[in-house]
C-alpha cells in the first residue's frame, strides 16, 4: 500500500550580501531601427551615466555623458547622431562598471 505525500518547496534566496553596485542595460527598441531607437536602463542609486556608440570598427560615433534617475531610464537614440546603415555597439558606464548591446540601423 503506496501513500502519497504533499512534499513543499521553497525558494528562497540565498548568498552573500555585498556593496557591489549592479545596473541593467536592455535590448534597444526597436531594434533594427532607421530613425530613433530607445534604450533603457536601470541603476540602483542617482548618478551619472556614460553612453558610448562605435561602430563596427570601434571607431567612436558618439559619447555622452547624462544625470539618471534611480529606477528605469530611456536614453533616445535618433538621427541626430549621424549613422549610416550599419551594425554599432553601444556601450553604458556606471560606477566604474560597464555593459554593451549591438545595435542594427537601416
Request: without cysteine; charged residues 25%; hydrophobic residues 35%.
Amino acid at each position: 500500500n503506496v501513500q502519497a505525500k504533499e512534499l513543499r518547496i521553497e525558494r528562497r534566496k540565498v548568498g552573500v550580501t555585498t556593496n557591489e553596485i549592479s545596473f541593467e542595460l536592455y535590448q534597444n527598441v526597436p531594434n533594427p531601427f532607421v530613425d530613433q531607437t530607445i534604450i533603457s536602463y536601470e541603476i540602483p542609486l542617482t548618478g551619472e551615466v556614460k553612453i558610448q556608440l562605435s561602430d563596427i570598427t570601434g571607431k567612436n560615433i558618439y559619447k555622452t555623458n547624462v544625470q539618471a534617475f534611480k529606477g528605469k531610464n530611456n536614453f533616445i537614440l535618433d538621427n541626430k547622431v549621424k549613422m549610416l546603415p550599419g551594425v554599432y555597439y553601444l556601450k553604458l558606464g556606471y560606477e566604474n562598471k560597464y555593459k554593451s548591446l549591438m545595435l542594427l540601423k537601416y
